[in-house]
Protein backbone atom coordinates (compact mmCIF):
# COMPACT_ATOMS: atom_id res chain seq x y z
CA UNK A 1 0.00 0.00 0.00
CA UNK A 2 1.01 3.01 -1.13
CA UNK A 3 0.46 5.10 1.90
CA UNK A 4 2.84 2.87 4.16
CA UNK A 5 5.43 3.55 1.57
CA UNK A 6 8.96 6.23 3.03
CA UNK A 7 7.96 8.83 -0.08
CA UNK A 8 9.64 11.76 2.28
CA UNK A 9 13.15 11.90 0.77
CA UNK A 10 12.22 12.66 -2.80
CA UNK A 11 11.41 16.18 -1.31
CA UNK A 12 14.77 16.28 -0.34
CA UNK A 13 15.62 19.84 -1.95
CA UNK A 14 19.20 17.56 -2.91
CA UNK A 15 17.20 15.05 -4.80
CA UNK A 16 15.03 17.82 -6.57
CA UNK A 17 17.79 19.62 -8.02
CA UNK A 18 19.73 16.44 -9.12
CA UNK A 19 16.47 15.51 -10.94
CA UNK A 20 15.83 18.55 -12.68
CA UNK A 21 19.56 19.36 -13.89
CA UNK A 22 19.55 15.37 -15.29
CA UNK A 23 16.37 15.85 -16.93
CA UNK A 24 16.44 19.33 -18.50
CA UNK A 25 17.83 17.98 -21.50
CA UNK A 26 14.93 15.38 -22.00
CA UNK A 27 16.72 12.50 -20.63
CA UNK A 28 14.83 9.53 -19.16
CA UNK A 29 15.48 9.10 -15.34
CA UNK A 30 15.03 7.03 -12.68
CA UNK A 31 15.75 6.52 -9.02
CA UNK A 32 16.69 2.37 -9.50
CA UNK A 33 17.79 -0.06 -6.35
CA UNK A 34 18.11 0.12 -3.29
CA UNK A 35 16.27 3.07 -2.60
CA UNK A 36 13.12 1.96 -4.57
CA UNK A 37 12.70 -1.10 -2.41
CA UNK A 38 13.02 0.89 0.74
CA UNK A 39 10.85 3.31 -0.47
CA UNK A 40 8.03 0.47 -1.01
CA UNK A 41 8.83 -1.15 2.72
CA UNK A 42 9.06 2.29 4.42
CA UNK A 43 12.27 1.75 4.97
CA UNK A 44 15.21 4.70 5.55
CA UNK A 45 16.19 5.86 2.45
CA UNK A 46 20.67 6.34 2.33
CA UNK A 47 22.03 5.29 -0.77
CA UNK A 48 20.79 6.57 -3.82
CA UNK A 49 21.13 5.51 -7.56
CA UNK A 50 19.92 6.87 -10.81
CA UNK A 51 19.48 5.42 -14.02
CA UNK A 52 19.40 7.26 -17.31
CA UNK A 53 19.97 6.95 -20.81
CA UNK A 54 22.17 10.03 -21.00
CA UNK A 55 25.60 9.17 -22.08
CA UNK A 56 28.25 9.36 -18.93
CA UNK A 57 29.82 12.65 -20.82
CA UNK A 58 26.48 14.38 -20.79
CA UNK A 59 25.67 13.57 -17.29
CA UNK A 60 29.28 14.71 -16.28
CA UNK A 61 28.94 18.26 -18.64
CA UNK A 62 25.53 18.83 -16.92
CA UNK A 63 26.49 18.95 -13.32
CA UNK A 64 29.58 20.37 -13.59
CA UNK A 65 27.64 22.94 -15.96
CA UNK A 66 25.55 23.05 -12.63
CA UNK A 67 28.83 24.25 -10.52
CA UNK A 68 27.98 20.59 -8.46
CA UNK A 69 30.92 18.23 -7.69
CA UNK A 70 31.56 15.31 -9.48
CA UNK A 71 33.69 12.25 -9.19
CA UNK A 72 34.25 9.75 -12.10
CA UNK A 73 33.50 6.53 -9.88
CA UNK A 74 33.22 4.39 -12.30
CA UNK A 75 32.99 6.40 -15.72
CA UNK A 76 34.40 3.61 -18.21
CA UNK A 77 31.49 1.67 -16.72
CA UNK A 78 28.91 4.55 -17.34
CA UNK A 79 28.95 5.78 -13.33
CA UNK A 80 29.06 8.76 -12.29
CA UNK A 81 28.75 10.04 -8.37
CA UNK A 82 27.54 14.10 -7.97
CA UNK A 83 27.92 15.54 -4.88
CA UNK A 84 24.83 18.63 -3.86
CA UNK A 85 24.96 19.12 0.05
CA UNK A 86 27.15 16.88 1.06
CA UNK A 87 24.46 14.53 -0.51
CA UNK A 88 25.47 11.66 -2.87
CA UNK A 89 24.17 10.62 -6.18
CA UNK A 90 25.26 7.91 -8.76
CA UNK A 91 23.99 8.18 -11.62
CA UNK A 92 24.51 5.31 -14.23
CA UNK A 93 23.59 5.32 -18.16
CA UNK A 94 21.49 2.42 -19.34
CA UNK A 95 23.86 -0.16 -20.49
CA UNK A 96 24.32 -3.72 -21.18
CA UNK A 97 26.68 -6.01 -21.02
CA UNK A 98 29.33 -7.46 -23.43
CA UNK A 99 31.86 -9.70 -21.73
CA UNK A 100 31.59 -10.79 -18.33
CA UNK A 101 34.74 -12.96 -16.31
CA UNK A 102 33.07 -13.43 -12.94
CA UNK A 103 33.10 -10.28 -11.15
CA UNK A 104 33.95 -7.35 -13.94
CA UNK A 105 32.33 -6.76 -17.29
CA UNK A 106 32.84 -4.49 -19.97
CA UNK A 107 29.50 -3.11 -21.04
CA UNK A 108 27.57 -0.86 -23.80
CA UNK A 109 26.06 1.85 -23.13
CA UNK A 110 21.78 1.65 -24.08
CA UNK A 111 19.03 4.05 -24.84
CA UNK A 112 16.79 0.69 -24.24
CA UNK A 113 15.49 0.67 -20.24
CA UNK A 114 14.74 -3.36 -20.69
CA UNK A 115 18.22 -3.77 -21.59
CA UNK A 116 18.94 -2.33 -18.43
CA UNK A 117 16.84 -3.86 -16.56
CA UNK A 118 18.17 -7.39 -18.04
CA UNK A 119 21.70 -7.54 -16.65
CA UNK A 120 20.65 -6.70 -12.92
CA UNK A 121 20.84 -9.52 -10.77
CA UNK A 122 17.61 -10.06 -9.24
CA UNK A 123 14.07 -8.96 -10.39
CA UNK A 124 13.46 -6.70 -7.33
CA UNK A 125 16.47 -4.69 -8.31
CA UNK A 126 14.59 -3.87 -11.63
CA UNK A 127 12.25 -1.91 -10.81
CA UNK A 128 12.47 2.03 -11.56
CA UNK A 129 10.80 5.11 -9.85
CA UNK A 130 10.21 8.11 -10.96
CA UNK A 131 10.26 11.42 -8.57
CA UNK A 132 6.48 11.34 -8.47
CA UNK A 133 6.29 7.88 -6.94
CA UNK A 134 5.19 6.05 -10.34
CA UNK A 135 6.60 2.86 -10.64
CA UNK A 136 8.07 1.56 -14.14
CA UNK A 137 8.23 -2.32 -13.93
CA UNK A 138 9.76 -3.39 -17.40
CA UNK A 139 10.56 -7.45 -16.02
CA UNK A 140 8.01 -7.33 -13.72
CA UNK A 141 10.00 -7.48 -10.07
CA UNK A 142 7.01 -5.67 -8.13
CA UNK A 143 4.92 -9.23 -7.26
CA UNK A 144 8.66 -10.54 -5.77
CA UNK A 145 9.46 -7.80 -4.40
CA UNK A 146 5.59 -7.56 -2.40
CA UNK A 147 6.51 -11.23 -1.53
CA UNK A 148 9.88 -10.92 -0.67
CA UNK A 149 10.96 -13.29 -3.13
CA UNK A 150 14.16 -12.64 -4.18
CA UNK A 151 14.51 -14.35 -7.62
CA UNK A 152 17.45 -14.33 -10.55
CA UNK A 153 16.77 -12.72 -13.64
CA UNK A 154 17.34 -15.43 -16.03
CA UNK A 155 19.19 -18.75 -15.20
CA UNK A 156 21.01 -18.43 -11.46
CA UNK A 157 23.83 -20.69 -12.87
CA UNK A 158 24.07 -17.98 -15.59
CA UNK A 159 23.79 -14.91 -13.68
CA UNK A 160 26.25 -15.72 -11.16
CA UNK A 161 28.96 -16.93 -13.24
CA UNK A 162 28.64 -13.62 -14.59
CA UNK A 163 29.51 -12.24 -11.25
CA UNK A 164 30.19 -14.49 -8.14
CA UNK A 165 29.54 -11.79 -5.82
CA UNK A 166 25.88 -12.29 -6.75
CA UNK A 167 25.91 -15.54 -4.41
CA UNK A 168 27.08 -13.12 -1.42
CA UNK A 169 24.06 -10.53 -2.84
CA UNK A 170 21.19 -13.64 -2.99
CA UNK A 171 21.85 -14.26 1.08
CA UNK A 172 22.09 -10.99 1.83
CA UNK A 173 18.88 -9.53 -0.42
CA UNK A 174 16.83 -13.10 1.72
CA UNK A 175 18.17 -11.68 4.66
CA UNK A 176 17.05 -8.20 4.42
CA UNK A 177 13.71 -8.76 2.33
CA UNK A 178 13.26 -12.38 2.29
CA UNK A 179 10.07 -13.75 3.59
CA UNK A 180 11.24 -15.51 7.09
CA UNK A 181 12.29 -18.35 4.47
CA UNK A 182 9.51 -18.90 2.44
CA UNK A 183 10.82 -17.55 -0.37
CA UNK A 184 13.95 -19.79 -0.66
CA UNK A 185 14.47 -22.23 -4.20
CA UNK A 186 16.27 -24.72 -3.68
CA UNK A 187 17.51 -24.63 -6.90
CA UNK A 188 19.08 -21.41 -6.70
CA UNK A 189 21.03 -22.54 -2.88
CA UNK A 190 22.25 -25.52 -5.24
CA UNK A 191 23.67 -22.67 -7.89
CA UNK A 192 24.98 -20.73 -5.40
CA UNK A 193 26.42 -24.15 -3.75
CA UNK A 194 27.66 -25.37 -6.98
CA UNK A 195 29.57 -21.98 -8.09
CA UNK A 196 30.93 -21.46 -4.38
CA UNK A 197 34.71 -21.75 -5.68
CA UNK A 198 34.16 -18.77 -7.41
CA UNK A 199 34.11 -16.31 -4.14
CA UNK A 200 38.05 -16.71 -4.19
CA UNK A 201 38.23 -14.83 -7.07
CA UNK A 202 36.50 -11.98 -5.06
CA UNK A 203 38.42 -9.31 -3.48
CA UNK A 204 39.33 -9.40 0.48
CA UNK A 205 36.59 -6.46 0.65
CA UNK A 206 34.04 -7.62 -1.28
Given at each position: ?K????????????????????SS?G?K???V??C???????????????????L??????????????V???????????????Q???????????LI?????????F?????????????????????????I????C???????????????P???????Y?????Y????????????????????????????????????
Amino acid sequence: KKKQWNLTWLKSESVKLIWDILSSNGAKVYFVGGCVRDTIQGREVKDIDIATDALPSEVENLFQTSGLKVIKTGYEHGSITVVSKQDHFEVTTFRSDLITDGRHSKVRFSKDILEDAKRRDFTMNAIYMKIDGTILDPICGWKDMINGCVRFIGKPEKRINEDYLRILRYFRFLSTYGDNGKSIEPSIIDACSNAISGLKTLSHDR
